[in-house]
Every structure is written in structure tokens, then in C-alpha cells.
């Protein structure tokens, strides 16, 4: 199906239908596709950043604020929390008053939130300060793809998507490289005040050359029982996830909050079919390859995200690598999604997306499986390997799935389908994490004390027990001061093979999940819709 589109240029004043027929009339800076694209890329690049970028920081904030663990722990969830929660809304605030005017809103609310944290004096205003920067950035990624989808014309918009995804890619993997070179030379603040000047020029961009556009029978009234709902239920399962590993998931906290997150997602489906015009049309979903997109994201971010959190822990804590150290030695994977997102881009163009998607969730699992075999002595070159193959795998996916969504769903829902996107990558990092780190837990669990005991070191005690187990589950020796030099060895060897056999296991979990992925991703097909945009397109 086709959705008409109108579009307001700002400061003309009015609207002006458009026609493909448009696509070469339009002149200068002013929504010009690929200058469209640098300027979203700016503010994206932010976002994506700073999901990595401050990880590095946490320990100097730590110190700086006096802060507890809990409280640091904050700085990620309170972030993250309001992201994965307001993602939906977002886009669709995007689709009610136009993605121009959400995505200039985003980048200032975002570049200002950053500002503020690198002034704050204490935890609990840089905890508030990032919940403002994961709200403004839930409003400005959708908005991204909104724009996209609205600038490019059908047969230019995987390429588009392909530049979109490498810049993602890119700066969610350099984060702790810059991360630790700032911290290193400069401070902690310095993290947050980067985002000030790159806010600043996506901003003098975006009103130099975006152009807002709105397809006529975009949504003029708002679900708010529907925005309630879901954002409940949103918070009750990324919380259950975040607070899975320190409750337990056997704990009746845990299930407590699960339980209620499908209960109100229950009622908001009910909800849904009932109101005039939902939040998000249910109908969506009858599209088989945008509700197969949905899927193979939440699965692709389940093995990436899932497995990459505990390669940081080995190649810092086995290897005794620094953080710039191992930031460098990711740099296969962030290298071959620059380079794989546009080749892909242009591969799923000329195929369509199921062989690309199969092919890339297939060298995901190939990746995955070849991580499992890493060992304490692994050499840097065999590490490259897996990691660019890892990077070569999620290049397709990341542009493709994300192109079966948002050009399978109505140009008048693209902000909605942008949220959707974003929401399952969100989750399905958070579920990787969760999980996976449920396994790896379990596995170092059972198998630390047998490798204890069989390197004939003094038994524990239960509570001696569970102090080593925490430690192992990232890679540390649990040696306390004073521990002779021969016996630290054979902990840190005991400590080592058990977090790598916890990490093998985790791994070839995420290589099961990669595999089932390669099946979703036969359902997909080129989204049916994309034809709608690009109304005054000037290739």
C-alpha cells in the first residue's frame, strides 16, 4: 500500500502536496537525501556512543563522586530504562508533528543532558541528568529513520540505511576506545562535554537542511491510555532483565515483575483494538516480514550484545588488556561493519533481504561458535578473525532487518516503525545480557568448585564461595592480600579456566540463538512500502 505524502518546508508556512514526479525539483542544501543523511548521522552517532562510551568512565565517577557500586550501576539503567521505554512514543510523536522538529529537539535535550552531567557534582544529578539524555534520545533515533524513509526514494533507501547502521556500529564499538582515551588524558567530564559540540553541529545542520515531512493521514490525536500501558509494561520487563542477575532468576521478584509486564501488555493489545487511533495499530503486525524484522532484531541483539559483554571482561581480565588495549582489539569487528553496512546496503538492493539476512545471521553463529574456543593463551591474530567475521555477519542484518521494518510499515507510522526497531534492539541487547549472563553465572557456579578442589587450594566456605563465584563471573582472580605468590597463580589459573569455560557455554547459547535466527530470516521480504517516501528527493 502507498501512503500520499504532504510536506511542510519550514519556513514556508504551508503545505505543498508531493509526487514522485518532485524528485528532481529540489534544489540546494535543503532536504537534499544524502546531506539529510550526514546531518542524522550526526545525532545518531551520539546516542550510540554514549551506550559504550561511559563504561569506561563509571570507575573515575566512582572515585570523583564517592559514589556506592548500585549507585554506578544507575548511570547505565537509568539510561537505558528511559530509552527502551519511550522508543514507541517517540516515534510516534515523530509521525504526529513531523520527525524534523522531534529529531532538533532530541539533539538539543540530548547535548544539553550531557552538558549538565559533566557538571554535576554529585551521583544522584548525573543518575537524573542521564534518565533527560536516554528521553531525548528515544526522540531523535526514530525520528532518524523517519526522515530516511520520508528523503529516500525505494531503491536508494538500503544504502541509506547501510551508512546509517555503520555509523551506529562504528560508534557503539569505538565508545571505549575514546572513552578510555579521554579518561585517560583529560577526565571523566570530558565523556559527557564531547556530546556538546556535536550537538551543536548536527543542530546547525538539521535546520539548514532538514525538511519535514508528514503523510496526510498521519495520526492527529494521541493513545494515552495506550503511551500508559505500554510504557508500563516496557519498564516491568527491561527492569525484571536489569535486576534478573542480583535477584536471582528463580526470586519472586523477578517473575513478579515479568508476570506484570505480560499482563499489561495484555491489556494494551486489548486496548489497542478498541481505541480510534492506537498508538500502535495491531494490523502492523499482520506483515509477516516487518513482524519477522522485529524478530531477527531482538534475536541479532541477543547474540551480539549478549556475547560482546563478556569478550570486554576477557580480553581486560584474561589477558590483562587495558581499556584502550582492548578497544583496539575490537577494531576488526568495528572495521568490518564500516566497511560490510553500505556493501550490504547495496547487496540486499540488488537480492532483496532474505539471502543477505540468512548469509549475515549465519556468520553470526559461525562467529559465536568460534568465540567459545578462546582460551587464556589465544593470540590476537586467531581473536581478529572472529571478531571480523562477527562484524561481517551483523552488517546485513543491521541494515536489512531494520529496512524490512520500517519500509514494510505505512510512511504515516515510519516514526512507529523506527521506535519498533529500536525498542527490539534495546531489548534484545538486554536480554542477551541478561541471559547469557544467567548461563555464564550458572556454569561458573557448578564447575568452581571441582577446578578449586582439583588444583589443591584450601577449600571455602560458602560465603568465601559466593565472593569467588562473583569475581569469576568477570574474569578476576579472587585473591585476597597477603596470598603467596605460588598459590595466586594457581587461582588465577582456577579463576580464568572457569570463567572461560562459562564463556564458551554462553557463547555457543548465542551460536543457537544465530541459528535460529537464519530460519526468521527466510520470512523477510523488501518492504512493500518504501516506494512512499521520498517526495522530494534530489539524488
Not at 502507498?2 to 525539483?25: L, M, V, W
Not at 539533539?107 to 528521553?135: H, N
Not at 542484518?397 to 519498533?420: H, Q
Not at 534495546?426 to 564447575?447: F, N, P
Request: net charge negative; with cysteine; aromatic share 8%.
Amino acid at each position: 500500500m502507498t501512503s500520499q505524502t504532504t510536506i511542510e518546508a519550514t519556513g514556508s508556512g504551508g503545505r505543498a502536496p508531493a509526487a514522485p514526479s518532485d524528485a528532481t525539483q529540489t534544489k540546494g542544501l535543503r532536504g537534499h537525501p544524502w546531506f539529510t543523511l550526514i546531518t542524522v548521522a550526526v545525532g545518531v552517532m551520539m546516542v550510540a556512543l554514549d551506550g559504550t562510551i561511559v563504561a569506561i568512565a563509571n570507575p573515575a565517577i566512582q572515585k570523583d563522586l564517592g559514589a556506592t557500586f548500585a549507585q554506578v550501576q544507575w548511570i547505565t539503567n537509568g539510561y537505558f530504562l528511559a530509552l527502551a521505554v519511550s522508543l514507541i512514543t517517540a516515534g510516534k510523536l515523530g509521525d504526529r508533528f513531523g520527525h524534523r522538529q522531534t529529531f532538533l529537539i532530541g539533539v538539543v535535550g540530548f547535548a544539553a543532558a550531557s552538558g549538565a552531567i559533566g557538571l554535576s557534582d554529585s551521583i544522584a544529578l548525573v543518575v537524573t541528568f542521564r534518565v533527560f539524555q536516554g528521553l531525548f534520545g528515544a526522540l531523535l533515533m526514530p525520528a532518524a529513520l523517519g526522515l530516511l524513509r520520508a528523503t529516500f526514494p525505494a531503491e536508494k533507501l538500503n544504502m541509506a540505511i547501510g551508512i546509517w547502521g555503520m555509523v551506529i556500529g562504528a560508534s557503539t564499538a569505538g565508545g571505549p576506545i575514546l572513552g578510555g582515551v579521554l579518561v585517560e588524558h583529560v577526565n571523566w567530564q570530558s565523556v559527557f562535554f564531547i556530546n556538546v559540540p556535536v550537538g551543536i553541529v548536527a543542530v546547525v545542520l538539521g535546520v539548514m537542511i532538514l525538511l519535514d515531512h508528514r503523510a496526510e493521514n498521519a495520526p492527529r490525536s494521541f493513545d494515552l491510555l495506550g503511551i500508559a500501558l505500554l510504557s508500563g509494561a516496557m519498564f516491568c520487563l527491561v527492569w525484571a532483565l536489569i535486576k534478573a542477575p542480583a535477584w536471582g532468576w528463580g526470586d519472586g521478584k523477578t517473575w513478579a515483575f515479568i508476570a506484570g509486564s505480560v499482563l499489561l501488555f495484555a491489556f494494551f493489545a486489548f486496548w489497542e483494538t478498541k481505541v480510534k487511533e492506537p498508538l500502535i495499530p495491531l494490523g502492523l503486525f499482520r506483515s509477516v516480514p516487518l513482524s519477522a524484522g522485529v524478530v531477527l532484531m531482538v534475536l541479532m541483539a541477543i547474540a551480539f550484545m549478549g556475547g560482546l559483554f563478556f569478550v570486554t571482561f576477557y580480553l581486560q581480565n584474561v589477558h590483562g588488556m587495558g581499556p584502550i588495549e582492548a578497544g583496539e582489539h575490537l577494531l576488526p569487528l568495528t572495521g568490518m561493519m564500516i566497511v560490510g553496512s553500505p556493501l550490504a546496503g547495496a547487496l540486499i538492493t540488488k537480492l532483496g533481504p532474505r539471502i543477505p539476512l540468512a548469509g549475515g545471521m549465519a556468520a553470526t553463529a559461525i562467529a559465536m561458535y568460534g568465540m567459545s574456543t578462546l582460551a587464556a593463551d589465544t593470540g590476537s591474530g586467531i581473536m581478529s578473525v572472529w571478531f571480523a567475521l562477527l562484524g561481517f555477519g551483523l552488517a546485513p542484518v543491521m541494515v536489512g532487518a531494520t529496512e524490512v521494518i520500517v519500509g514494510n510499515a505505512p510512511m504515516e507510522l515510519s516514526g512507529v516503525a523506527g521506535g519498533l526497531q529500536q525498542a527490539a534492539m534495546q531489548i534484545g541487547g538486554s536480554l542477551g545480557t541478561a541471559v547469557l549472563g544467567a548461563v555464564m553465572a550458572s556454569k561458573v557456579d557448578s564447575d568452581l568448585a571441582g577446578n578449586w578442589t582439583d588444583a589443591g587450594l584450601p577449600p571455602l566456605t560458602a560465603a568465601q564461595e559466593a565472593q569467588a563465584s562473583e569475581a569469576v563471573q568477570v574474569g578476576v582472580a579472587p585473591l585476597a592480600p597477603g596470598t603467596p605468590e605460588q598459590i595466586a597463580a594457581k587461582i588465577t589459573d582456577v579463576a580464568h579456566d572457569t570463567f572461560l569455560s562459562g564463556m564458551s557455554l554462553a557463547s555457543l547459547v548465542a551460536a543457537g540463538v544465530a541459528v535460529v535466527a537464519v530460519f526468521v530470516a527466510f520470512l523477510t521480504k523488501r518492504g512493500e512500502n518504501a516506494e512512499a517516501g521520498a517526495g522530494a528527493a534530489h539524488i
